[in-house]
């Protein structure tokens, strides 16, 4: 199988060519080389691979910075969609795109509302999630107007190694391990009240290859561990691993102005249609990040 991938050379991008790689496919990455916001260089790139499969995850992606570039994120996620879309209906009709969303889409929840399904009502709660969701109406209107075979992936909150300090575990990681060479006992942190349902982009990427293959054209599915923890949990578990000791001391400006204080998603209907489910534990995913995060800083 041919495939592309938009937005290789970030975070998932790199396990998603790997993964696909190993699994036997032609992947070829794609990234600043293509601009999916200018038609035009979708066009030509796709003209020039000619994919039988299109993994759309070029993206802003850091919800805090929405808050300060709306229109940015809507100009990459919503137009950036619509041109991968309409180039992909004009150069390569009969390939199947995978589009990444987020669960970000759902917004505030309650605990009655959880674990969440597909078919639950969506109110994003930040620029990000705004841009996300109009970028699934593109999605769907291919599909109804044009007969796209279009996926979409609503993945909720990942981690692994290679994910950048703008993200929460790396961010705690960076901290402690910063912590230890300086010999402080504390580090700032931001609200870690909030609850969130973790997946290993391992797991993350080998469902959106799944979903090619199983996938029903114009459904949503969400790709969860259907497990939900407590930030605090984890950044404790992260000091006991890096910095035992160490003390979290809440900075007021690292707190988002809207918060999302739960996320748990059910992963029913990706598991029914692929037979996918998590593989990798939390804990194991929060060691490959540390020895990740070790190995770049040149720790032992």
């Known amino acids: 199988m041919k495939a592309l991938v938009t937005g290789a050379d970030g975070f998932v991008g790199h396990h998603l060519l790997e993964h ?3 699994s036997g496919d032609d992947a070829v990455g794609v990234d600043r080389e293509c601009d999916v916001t200018d038609v035009e260089s979708v066009l030509a790139t796709l003209r020039r691979v000619q994919p039988d499969t299109i993994y759309h995850l070029a993206a802003l992606t850091a919800v805090g910075e929405s808050w300060s570039n709306p229109v940015e994120y809507t100009r990459v996620n919503v137009l950036g969609t619509k041109n991968v879309l309409d180039a992909a209906s004009d150069a390569v009709p009969s390939a199947s ?7 970000d889409v759902y917004g505030v929840v309650g605990p009655e ?6 078919t ?31 996926v979409i992936a609503r993945p909720f909150n990942h981690l692994g190694p290679g994910q950048s ?3 929460v575990v790396p961010a705690l990681v960076d901290r402690l391990l910063q912590a230890v060479d300086d010999g402080a006992d ?3 942190v931001g609200d870690l009240s909030t609850r969130r349902d973790f997946s ?17 054209s114009g459904e949503v599915y969400n790709i969860a561990s259907g497990v939900d923890v407590e930030l605090f949990d984890i950044a404790q578990r992260l000091v006991a691993a890096i910095a035992p000791g160490v003390r979290l001391v809440t900075d007021e400006s690292l707190i988002r102005p809207v918060e999302v204080p739960v996320s748990l998603g059910s ?16 804990d194991m995913s929060l060691n490959d990040v540390i020895d990740e995060m070790r190995r770049r800083r040149g720790d032992s």
Request: charged share 30%; net charge positive.
């Open 200 to 216: 290993d982009v391992r797991d993350v990427v080998r469902a959106y290859r799944l979903l090619v293959e199983k996938g029903i």
């Open 113 to 118: 509302d959880l674990p969440l399904v597909e």
């Open 20 to 22: 696909l790689r190993t």
């Open 267 to 282: 992963y029913e209907k990706l598991r029914r249609a692929t037979k996918w489910r998590p593989m990798i534990t939390l």
């Open 120 to 150: 639950f009502r969506v109110a994003p709660a930040n620029p990000y999630a705004s841009s996300k969701v109009e970028a699934e109406h593109v999605a769907h209107d291919a599909v109804r107007e044009r007969h796209q075979r279009v």
């Open 186 to 188: 504390e580090i700032i």
């Open 97 to 103: 795109v995978v589009l990444v969303s987020s669960a």
């Open 165 to 167: 300090t703008a993200f």
